[in-house]
């Protein structure tokens, strides 16, 4: 297994990963994004965030941004079903490793229709303090539904962390709430490493 020396290291590669497994570009939109509109680029986080070494880069540098943020005290992260799933469950298992055990949550897309009925399944409840997890925010449509998802069952959201921000306008919808947003990467820089990776 490679070690990294440094977390600049490890982004460094996790960009790589995006670039390879994650990211497609066209000369004219022709991906159809989540909030309906086209855009010439798309990020299909899945084949990275799914696999072995896109978990331990995530879970590692995502787990050091939660705790640098005393703010961020938190319970529980999770989001929005399919999207934030790996990425929680990332976090989560990093930080049983780390020390200090954080609990993985999925907010569903629609209550369960039988058993408890629940919107949100995993080991949170009513008063705990979570964070909402994206793996790309666009809008902030997803995120700011699961925020709401998660206090209708009476948690408390500390705020969104997302691995990736497309830089469209989500992160300041979701501030506007009042809920600090956060992301790892931005368009911006995997834009810069991607026109470098193709000079």
Not at 65 to 93: E, F, R, S
């Amino acid at each position: 297994m490679r070690r990294y020396q440094s977390t600049n290291a490890m982004k460094k590669k996790l960009i790589e990963l995006i670039i390879k497994r994650t990211f497609r570009y066209t000369e004219k939109p022709s991906f159809k994004l989540a909030s309906g509109g086209m855009s010439n680029y798309y990020f299909n986080c899945k084949p990275t965030t799914m696999s072995s070494e896109g978990m331990y880069l995530i879970g590692n540098l995502l787990y050091e941004i939660i705790m640098k943020d005393k703010k961020w005290k938190v319970k529980g992260v999770g989001g929005l079903t399919l999207g934030a799933d790996p990425v929680a469950n990332a976090i989560a298992y990093t930080a049983y490793l780390k020390g200090t055990p954080l609990e993985a949550f999925v907010v569903r897309k629609e209550p369960k229709k039988h058993g408890t009925m629940q919107w949100i399944e995993g080991n949170v409840n009513e008063g705990d303090k979570v964070l909402i997890i994206e793996d790309v925010i666009t809008t902030g449509g997803s995120s700011i539904k699961a925020v709401e998802r998660a206090r209708m069952c009476g948690l408390k959201v500390a705020g969104v962390l997302s691995l990736i921000d497309r830089q469209e306008g989500g992160k300041e919808a979701i501030e506007k709430l009042g809920i600090p947003c956060r992301a790892l990467l931005t368009k911006e820089e995997i834009f810069e490493a991607f026109t470098s990776s193709r000079a």
